[in-house]
């Protein structure tokens, strides 16, 4: 078993992946909105505190952030925000993920029809950890916002953008072809991107 053959059975379990890492997404997007909803109670009730675990402080601009990331995780979980968010930051619409059917071919492959399935292969990884990290990003804003995380904006802003280059990476793959004449699928032997 070569290299190739062992992507391309990795990468035929990143669609059913981004399936689960969908559902994930629109409980986590369930868990926030009941979160911020408590908080608004929360910050409106001082006879409050005694009913809610933990001693932390509620307060309204703080929940509504998070009514407002619970909202972005449930646009993330039919990736309609992972689509708009990368038009925004490279004008192309990426809201499709790379499926199964990209990766079947008959057995054995060889020459360029392997190099293509291992292409495709590390697109469809790199999809899911873009996706995970779109996610942490959205956790580290949140968390910034409610005092309970060290990391700041930018690490957040980081993991969006670092997210959205990997769910799109041919597109940052033709970035450095175009500014900087390095062809990133030219180190697989393939002449043009798949």
Not at 51 to 58: D, E, M, N, T
Not at 140 to 154: A, D, L, P, R, W
């Amino acid at each position: 078993m070569n290299l190739s053959s062992t992507l391309v059975n990795l990468a035929s379990q990143a669609e059913p992946a981004i399936i689960m890492i969908q559902g994930i997404a629109g409980l986590i997007a369930l868990f926030l909105f009941a979160g911020g909803l408590t908080d608004i109670w929360s910050a409106g009730n001082a006879n409050s505190q005694k009913f809610l675990a933990g001693g932390q402080r509620s307060s309204i601009s703080a929940a509504v952030v998070q009514l407002f990331i619970a909202i972005l995780f449930l646009a993330v979980a039919d990736l309609q925000l992972i689509g708009m968010a990368s038009r925004s930051l490279t004008g192309t619409y990426a809201a499709s993920r790379m499926t199964s059917s990209s990766f079947s071919y008959a057995r054995g492959p060889t020459g360029s029809n392997s190099t293509e399935l291992a292409v495709f292969a590390i697109i469809a990884l790199l999809q899911v950890i873009g996706i995970i990290a779109f996610m942490k990003g959205l956790f580290v804003i949140n968390g910034k916002v409610k005092g309970t995380s060290q990391s700041g904006y930018g690490t957040g802003l980081c993991f969006l953008i670092g997210g959205l280059g990997c769910w799109n990476s041919i597109y940052v793959a033709h970035i450095f072809n175009n500014t900087l004449g390095f062809n990133i699928f030219g180190l697989f032997g393939l002449s043009s991107s798949p």
